[in-house]
Nanobody, 123 residues
Framework: VQLQASGGGLVQAGGSLRLSCAAS????????MGWFRQTSPKERVFVAS????????DEADSVKGRFTISRDNAKNMVYLQMNSLKPEDTAIYYC?????????????????WGQGTLVTVSS
């Protein structure tokens, strides 16, 4: 499975961005997806996850109500809509997939990772 994240950039606080992750290979519609973020040199932190069908989502408390994860299984895409961005949201964002149908929050629960896309929120 290959994952390609895109959509990062520079945005002012209070603004919005939508990250996209394109998946190829594997059985996308059978795999849960997740978004994590990393502020070097810290570890990757869970942001959001979505089940294989898209019926179940899970978001970290720090982004709940501001970020929304979604997917389009027909297009092999997963998205992270980020609204009301804050400077502390600045990080490299990674999409990941796990060969399971249910959501998960731990880095070790994911099997494949994309290359990351940088989001910078200015104050």
């Amino acid at each position: 499975v290959q994952l390609q994240a895109s959509g990062g950039g520079l945005v002012q606080a209070g603004g919005s961005l939508r990250l996209s992750c394109a998946a190829s290979g594997g059985s996308f519609g059978r795999y849960a997806m997740g978004w994590f973020r990393q502020t070097s040199p810290k570890e990757r932190v869970f942001v959001a996850s979505i089940s294989a069908s898209g019926s179940i989502t899970d978001e970290a408390d720090s982004v709940k109500g501001r970020f929304t994860i979604s997917r389009d299984n027909a297009k092999n895409m997963v998205y992270l809509q980020m609204n009301s961005l804050k400077p502390e949201d600045t990080a490299i964002y990674y999409c990941a997939t796990r060969v399971r149908v249910l959501t998960a929050r731990n880095v070790g629960d994911y099997d494949y990772w994309g290359q990351g896309t940088l989001v910078t929120v200015s104050s």
